[in-house]
Nanobody
Framework: QVQLVESGGGLVQPGGSLRLSCAASGSIFRINNMGWYRQAPGKQRELVATITRTGVTNYADSVKGRFTIDRDNAKNTVYLQMNSLKPEDTAVYYC???????????????WGQGTQVTVSS
């Protein structure tokens, strides 16, 4: 019923920038919090940044000052602008959203398929 589709990943040199996008589609009534998580090889998935429907943001300490999360509620889309990228940012990045679908009284957690970000010279 609901899909999250990420785009924008790739290979970038240290110090470079990338912008990830995640668009939600389907029978959506309302999207609450949206966010980005990442998982590096051999490590657990970790929070990168979240944003509420009204634009309140939260960041992991490791990305503060370098990454910016924002969203377009009209497009059901969340973005992650990543600047000053470091090799340790290399991971699969996942989009997450708390979505209430049409006809439902509650919301559920949805995940995208992930997009690879590799920071290497």
């Amino acid at each position: 019923q609901v899909q999250l589709v990420e785009s924008g990943g790739g290979l970038v040199q240290p110090g470079g920038s990338l912008r990830l996008s995640c668009a939600a589609s389907g029978s959506i009534f309302r999207i609450n919090n949206m966010g980005w998580y990442r998982q590096a090889p051999g490590k657990q998935r970790e929070l990168v940044a979240t944003i509420t429907r009204t634009g309140v943001t939260n960041y992991a300490d490791s990305v503060k000052g370098r990454f910016t999360i924002d969203r377009d509620n009209a497009k059901n889309t969340v973005y992650l602008q990543m600047n000053s990228l470091k090799p340790e940012d290399t991971a699969v990045y996942y989009c997450n959203a708390d979505i209430r679908v049409g006809g439902s009284w509650w919301s559920s957690d949805y995940w995208g398929q992930g997009t690879q970000v590799t920071v290497s010279s």
